[in-house]
């Protein structure tokens, strides 16, 4: 009787820490392998696999951020049709200002510094599509442009 009552705790225990351990979690997405393919509404980008994804609550786009693993660099995103177009803003110390093809798409990518730190952001004027991230070095910039080269538009989504 005592051992059944014992396994039965056990198994309790077990099961509310999986409860709690899962309901920590936030909405994460862990990429397999190499990379996972993220839905972002009007789009799709593909993950690398030592990201870790975070959907936001936004108002009237969709927002959230793709945060590696280690925690060090994390890449904002916001999209939809009231996000605008982040690199139409005034910017300051402007460092670059270039352009790239991704699919069909014009993707503009500005790069400003605030003070000792660079701040990248990456625009599809077409699609109201935003990714930016802080900078701390060249690598992280060239990570921000792989995941936005990654960037496709479902085929149901319209451009301006």
Not at 116 to 145: C, M, W, Y
Request: aromatic fraction near 8%; charged fraction near 20%.
């Amino acid at each position: 009787m005592l051992k059944n009552r014992l396994r039965h705790l056990n198994i309790a225990i077990v099961y509310g820490a999986l409860l709690i351990g899962c309901s920590s979690v936030r909405n994460a997405e862990v990429g397999p392998s190499s990379s996972k393919t993220i839905d972002l509404g009007s789009g799709t980008v593909e993950l690398p696999n030592d990201f870790i994804h975070f959907r936001g609550q936004g108002i009237d786009s969709m927002v959230g951020d793709f945060t590696r693993s280690d925690g060090r660099f994390r890449i904002g995103y916001d999209i939809g049709w009231m996000a605008g177009v982040g690199t139409s803003q005034k910017f300051e110390n402007v460092v670059s200002s270039n352009s790239m093809t991704v699919g069909k798409l014009t993707a503009i990518i500005v790069v400003d510094r605030w003070g000792e730190t660079r701040h990248a952001v990456v625009s599809f004027p077409d699609t109201s599509a935003n990714f930016f991230a802080t900078i701390g070095d060249d690598s992280q910039l060239e990570v921000l442009k792989q995941l936005v080269a990654t960037y496709k538009l479902k085929p149901d989504s319209k451009t301006k």
